[in-house]
Each structure stands twice: as C-alpha cells, then as structure tokens.
C-alpha cells in the first residue's frame, strides 16, 4: 500500500521559515492531487494547500501569501514551504494524495504527520 512520509518539521520562531516535504514510498504512483492538512491540539484537522499534477492549487485564506506548495511530479513529491510564521501556525502537518481534483479525505492516502511549533 502507498505510504506518504512528511518531513521538515521542527521548532521555528515566529517570522521565520521551514520547508515540508513528503515523498509517496512503497509503490509507484502518481496522484492526480497532493497537499497538506494541519491540525493544532484540542482543534479539528483543516486544509491548508492542494495542488493538482498539472499546477492549479488552493490556499486555506490564513496562509495566503505566506506559504507555498509546490511538487515534483517525476518523484510523486509534494513540498509545502512556509515564510512569516506565526505561533497560529503550529500544528502537526499532514500529508494527503488522492486520483480526484476534488478532496475525498476518507479515501485519499495520508502521511502520519510532522510537527511544527513557532514560538514567540
């Protein structure tokens, strides 16, 4: 079975930048949508950034024009990188891939996350 492996996680201060990656293993394949979810403690799971294998994507509003997400389609790799941050940001960062523009959270893959803290 396809597994995602998020990395890139860790402790940043506030304003400053990390770089997530996540690389799909164990099978080859290529998802037709990638992207990242978060979920801070005591909070639901929210989705911040998708983007398809052909370049279109979406932004949560609380990160536009801070975070990015970008991917390299020939080693089925999604990147999430994030400028600015705040301490609203710290969460634990997952990864999804699905075969539909559309997401479809309770089909699609997932990683099993990776934590970042943004501290003042």
């Known amino acids: 079975q396809v597994q995602l492996v998020e990395s890139g996680g860790g402790l940043v201060q506030v304003g400053g930048s990390l770089r997530l990656s996540c690389a799909a293993t164990?099978?080859?394949?290529?998802?037709?949508?990638m992207g990242w979810y978060r979920q801070a403690p005591g909070k639901q799971r929210d989705l911040v950034a998708l983007?398809?294998?052909?370049?279109?994507?979406y932004y949560a509003d609380s990160v536009k024009g801070r975070f990015t997400i970008s991917r390299d389609n020939a080693n089925n790799t999604v990147y999430l990188q994030m400028n600015s941050l705040k301490p609203e940001d710290t969460a634990v960062y997952y990864c999804?891939?699905?075969?539909?523009?559309?997401?479809?959270?309770?089909?699609?893959?997932w990683g099993q996350g990776t934590q970042v803290t943004v501290s003042s």
């Open positions: 999804t891939g699905g075969n539909t523009l559309f997401p479809n959270p309770g089909a699609d893959a």
């Open positions: 164990g099978s080859i394949i290529n998802f037709i949508r």
């Open positions: 983007i398809t294998r052909s370049g279109s994507f």
